[in-house]
T-cell receptor
Framework: NAGVMQNPRHLVRRRGQEARLRCSPMKGHSHVYWYRQLPEEGLKFMVYLQKENIIDESGMPKERFSAEFPKEGPSILRIQQVVRGDSAAYFC??????????????FGEGSRLTVL | QKEVEQDPGPLSVPEGAIVSLNCTYSNSAFQYFMWYRQYSRKGPELLMYTYSSGNKEDGRFTAQVDKSSKYISLFIRDSQPSDSATYLCAPFGGGYQKVTFGIGTKLQVIP
């Protein structure tokens, strides 16, 4: 049973380009979280999704960032017109629906974005 | 006030020492209390999970929750160099609520 798969593991973009990060949850998991991690800030919540629905996007910057989790395929975190401050590790985590598990989040290995 | 407060360390201890890691939180609705461990350049993984107040022991690890003071602790006995990692507390309310993490305490166990 494969774990949470994130790709690319490393991504380099120039300022103004777009970054797309993909996350395939564990088999049987219908809920996905995205977090951003910076050394001095810890793991910051960005968005919580279930298939075809955003549950909580309170941590998403209002501009340039969007996330989706379609009925088929991976969840996508999209960052438009990247700036140097977007350089960070982006982690995806998945879980079964509430009530069907302990609440544990299963994390991927992260995608490390570097903006030049 | 941050929802979850945690001392980032770093904390450096000799092998065999007892380690105490702590968090405080502000949301009285939190019912589930988790500790995650994150090795360098890896994703976090669940280490301990407790529900409501009390203690839970798993091998060398003990998680303690005091809901009255909104204080959670993780104790590591007989610490090993392999315990060197960042430890993140994650209290949450369950259901469809988001999971908020502490900043993480970086622990180094010196052989």
């Amino acid at each position: 049973n494969a774990g949470v798969m994130q790709n690319p593991r490393h991504l380099v973009r120039r300022r103004g380009q777009e970054a797309r990060l993909r996350c395939s949850p564990m088999k049987g998991h219908s809920h996905v979280y995205w977090y951003r991690q910076l050394p001095e800030e810890g793991l910051k919540f960005m968005v919580y999704l279930q298939k075809e629905n955003i549950i909580d996007e309170s941590g998403m910057p209002k501009e340039r960032f969007s996330a989706e989790f379609p009925k088929e395929g991976p969840s996508i975190l999209r960052i438009q017109q990247v700036v140097r401050g977007d350089s960070a590790a982006y982690f995806c985590a998945s879980s079964p629906p509430p009530g069907q598990g302990s609440g544990e989040l299963f994390f991927g290995e992260g995608s490390r974005l570097t903006v030049l | 006030q941050k929802e979850v407060e945690q001392d980032p360390g770093p904390l450096s201890v000799p092998e065999g020492a007892i380690v105490s890691l702590n968090c405080t939180y502000s949301n009285s609705a939190f019912q589930y209390f988790m500790w995650y461990r994150q090795y360098s350049r890896k994703g976090p993984e669940l280490l301990m999970y407790t529900y409501s107040s009390g203690n839970k022991e798993d091998g060398r690890f003990t998680a303690q929750v005091d809901k009255s003071s909104k204080y959670i602790s993780l104790f590591i006995r007989d610490s090993q160099p392999s315990d060197s990692a960042t430890y993140l507390c994650a209290p949450f309310g369950g259901g469809y609520q988001k999971v908020t993490f502490g900043i993480g305490t970086k622990l180094q166990v010196i052989p």
